[in-house]
Nanobody
Framework: QVQLVESGGGLVQAGGSLRLSCAAS????????VGWFRQAPGKEREFVLA????????IYADSVKGRFTNSRDSAKNTVFVQMNSLKPEDTAVYYC????????????????????WGQGTQVTVSS
């Protein structure tokens, strides 16, 4: 059974940093990408970034480009998001998700392309 477990959320002041982790288990993820999505109260879930498990290529939403970086530890089946220069508008529940990559390792930004989801971790940025 596939499990994704997020950790690392919390409360931080604007301009601060947090690092989120997503530990994956239950299958081989070599043909998968791990994506991060977030959902603020009253808003739709939105794409944040995603990394291909095998090649390490990453795509970012424009709203986080230059502030968030993504990395992975293949030995531990864990993906990390380093979030810097946090803003109050980054406040949301953050979810990691795993889904198959497409042709030539294409990574998707759409939530429906991801099959497995974690339970979410709250990130709150105070002004």
């Amino acid at each position: 059974q596939v499990q994704l477990v997020e950790s690392g959320g919390g409360l931080v002041q604007a301009g601060g940093s947090l690092r989120l982790s997503c530990a994956a288990s239950g299958r081989t993820f070599s043909t998968y990408a791990v994506g991060w999505f977030r959902q603020a109260p009253g808003k739709e879930r939105e794409f944040v970034l995603a990394i291909s498990w095998s090649g390490g290529s990453t795509i970012y939403a424009d709203s986080v480009k230059g502030r968030f970086t993504n990395s992975r530890d293949s030995a531990k089946n864990t993906v990390f998001v380093q979030m810097n220069s946090l803003k109050p508008e980054d406040t949301a529940v953050y979810y990691c998700a795993a889904g198959r990559t497409g042709y030539r390792g294409r990574i998707y930004r759409t939530a429906t392309e991801y099959d497995y989801w974690g339970q979410g971790t709250q990130v709150t940025v105070s002004s």
